[in-house]
């Protein structure tokens, strides 16, 4: 590759061709195997791991299960399949995420409720949570069926009140950890709260098996119950009969050694993000008009998997005045996949001028930053499902901007994008 500072690059331990050659030596390439045992139980070992390494003993935890999948996005949708999603119902989601946190509710035919965020985590904020279960309750007669709460940015959310209500209303909870793998909540590994936990294995993530994800199950039945939905949900004949319809989310032999190989540097990738984001907090201190996302209390240890800032409205950026006058080819950091192409350089709802001036600006200087992700409630696709919001991720998206983190990310480059941000401000 060449010297651009990229977002989150995947990052190999050199371990990874040594699974991936046993599977091919034993003839294991298919979508089970050692690999995929062995990826399952490595999961499982750290997420039940307290932060000196030992295994916890809360209650809670004992018997959880990890089932490895081919996405995030196919854990989320097996979580809601599990839990008993129907075309009709409704789950809640958190507003402030990306499109794979909801996307798989709209694939049962059911209606995501939308809740905005707290602005301290910039989470699900449990007051709305609540007021939405009542205003749901009032409204359909029906509680919604599940609550999907992410941890954005890796930040853990405020998940002992969340669970509260989630209790109170006896609704169950799936965590969206797909980007929060390693952070912790009062010590205890996120995704490992709720009923379900959603772990992504994508590229751009905490690790990578090249694209993948896992599914946290509560116990071996429940694991069971996943890894037939999986594996296209074939009943014991001698013949395919299928009584359910399932799907082809199970990861493959080759995936899963690629994640062992990755489980080796997991604790170095984390303490790594953990450095830049300390490095971040303390050169943003010293420049008035930005603000660096910390942990807000003690309980919260945040991986950090993107390092973001928020620009103040009123500070100016050279160039903001040309902001948004050029249309944009291809997604913004040049995303895999086939992305439409925009028909205007405006919607109804962007970052302010300096804070695409300032993403520019870190273009042109070889920088890759982007946006703060905008929320699903003002997302055209979901225009029209229901929604309680208080305007923080409105507000937070206006203002934000992701920061180059991650393995490749040199205290250097940290150091340097900062000296780049402070010249462009006027
Ligand atoms: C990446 C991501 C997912 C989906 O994971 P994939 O492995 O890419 O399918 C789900 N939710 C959130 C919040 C994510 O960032």
């Known amino acids: 590759m060449n010297n651009r500072i990229y977002l989150c690059l995947a990052h190999m331990s050199g371990q990874e061709q040594k699974y991936i050659k046993e599977a091919f030596d034993t003839n294991w390439v298919v979508p089970l195997g050692p690999n995929v045992n062995g990826f399952e139980e490595d999961l499982k070992q750290f997420v039940e791991s307290g932060t000196d390494g030992n295994i916890m003993d809360w209650a809670t935890l004992q018997g959880k299960e990890v089932v490895a999948l081919s996405a995030g996005t196919a854990a989320v949708h097996l979580s809601l399949i599990a839990l008993g999603v129907q075309a009709g119902d409704e789950v809640i989601c958190q507003s402030f995420t990306f499109c794979a946190s909801c996307n798989p509710i709209k694939y049962l035919g059911a209606t995501p409720v939308f809740v905005d965020s707290e602005p301290e985590t910039w989470n699900m904020d449990p007051t709305l949570l609540e007021e939405a279960i009542k205003g749901r309750m009032e409204k359909t007669g029906r509680k919604p069926k599940a609550i999907v709460v992410v941890y954005l940015y890796g930040m853990p959310a405020k998940i002992d009140d969340i669970r509260a209500i989630a209790q109170k209303y006896d609704i169950p909870l799936v965590e969206d950890a797909a980007e929060g793998f390693g952070s912790r909540y009062k010590g205890r590994v996120c995704g490992t709260f709720g009923e379900y936990g959603v772990l992504s294995f994508n590229g751009n993530k905490m690790i990578t098996t090249s694209g993948g994800g896992a599914l946290i199950c509560p116990d071996k039945e429940a694991k069971q119950n996943v890894m037939f939905y999986a594996t296209q949900a074939r009943e014991s004949y001698p ?104 028909s205007s350089t405006h919607t109804d709802c962007e970052p302010n001028n300096n804070v695409e001036a300032m993403r520019i ?58 000296t780049v941000i402070k010249q462009q401000i006027k």
């Not at 942990?295 to 005045?321: C, F, M, Q, R």
């Not at 703060?372 to 937070?396: A, F, I, R, T």
């Open 239 to 342: 013949y395919y009969q299928h009584e359910q319809i399932g799907y082809n989310y199970r990861m493959s032999n080759i995936c899963a050694g690629i994640g062992r190989g990755q489980m080796t540097v997991l604790d170095a990738h984390i303490n790594h993000h953990k450095k830049l984001a300390a490095l971040y907090a303390q050169l943003f201190a010293e420049i008035p008009g930005i603000t660096f996302h910390s942990n807000p209390s003690a309980e919260i240890d945040s991986n950090y998997w993107l390092n973001t800032i928020t620009l103040a409205p009123e500070l100016h950026v050279k160039g903001e005045e040309k902001a948004y006058t050029t249309r944009i080819q291809g997604a913004v950091g040049g995303a895999a996949g086939v992305t439409h192409s925009a």
């Open 361 to 418: 600006a870190l273009d042109v200087a070889g920088i890759e930053s982007r946006p703060l992700w905008k929320p699903m409630h003002l997302q055209p696709v979901y225009k029209g499902c229901p929604s309680y919001v208080n305007g923080v991720s409105e507000s937070l998206f206006k203002v934000g901007l992701c920061l180059p983190s991650g393995p490749y990310v040199s205290e250097e480059d940290a150091t340097h994008i900062v």
